[in-house]
């Protein structure tokens, strides 16, 4: 898939003129086509032609927020005449031409490129190595997102799992301790209905000699207790 931003300069017909540019005595010079115009007229696919598909990243990227160490790591190096495709995009964004329409910052920037003896399909090249380097950077990064993604939801699944067993034996824990409450109240209540039926039989056996029974009994049944409560 091209990018767009290669129509900067692709798009240059063969023969097209550049407009006059200063030169260092203060006079102008009408522009010919040079080798940078005429290379400017290559397709996308030849000038990417020359750059290998895959980067290969030879360095470690320890912070992918710059870009100049994503490109060190790719062993992509400003050019020796300076003019990288950063360079042109500083060029395109200044003061002078920034404001003036599409041809015009084109030819702008290809009479500064051949008055420097560079060819546009060296820039444009340098574009594609660096498109490319990010591609590939952000690929990477992708994958260690998603291998992240993967061992993070595995270690929360087995953090869960040990969750729901850790519930599941406290849970039972909790429905033991209830019904050994609950067990233990059954048997009070019926050794506390005992111990009213023995309270009455010595009562009873009490009330023949005096006046007032010192027996103390329970009055009525005892009510049952209630069960302890469910988990």
Do not use: C
Request: charged share 25%; proline share 6%.
């Amino acid at each position: 898939m091209t990018k767009k931003w290669y129509n900067y300069f692709v798009s240059v017909d063969d023969g097209t003129t550049a407009p006059a540019a200063p030169t260092g005595s203060g006079t102008s010079r009408q522009a010919t086509p040079g080798p940078a115009a005429s290379s400017a007229a290559q397709t996308v696919a030849e000038i990417a032609s020359g750059v290998s598909a895959e980067t290969k990243f030879t360095g470690t990227v320890t912070n992918p927020t710059s870009f100049n160490e994503i490109y060190q790591a790719a062993e992509i190096p400003d050019p020796p005449h300076g003019y990288s495709i950063l360079k042109v995009s500083e060029m395109l964004q200044s003061d002078h031409i920034r404001t003036m329409p599409m041809d015009v910052k084109r030819s702008s920037v290809l009479v500064a490129l051949d008055a420097a003896g560079v060819d546009i399909k060296d820039v444009i090249q340098d574009a594609v190595r660096r498109d490319r380097a990010l591609d590939t950077f952000e690929r990477v990064q992708e994958k260690a997102v998603t291998d992240l993604e993967a061992r993070k939801s595995q270690e929360n699944t087995q953090i869960q799992a040990q969750i729901d067993k850790f519930v599941s034996e406290q849970r039972a824990k909790i429905q033991a301790n209830n019904d050994e409450v609950t067990r233990e109240k059954e048997r009070f209540f019926g050794w506390r209905l005992k111990k009213q039926q023995e309270e009455k039989k010595i009562s009873d056996a009490v009330a023949p000699f005096v006046t007032e029974n010192p027996i103390t009994t329970s009055g009525g049944v005892p009510t049952a207790p209630k069960p302890g409560p469910k988990s």
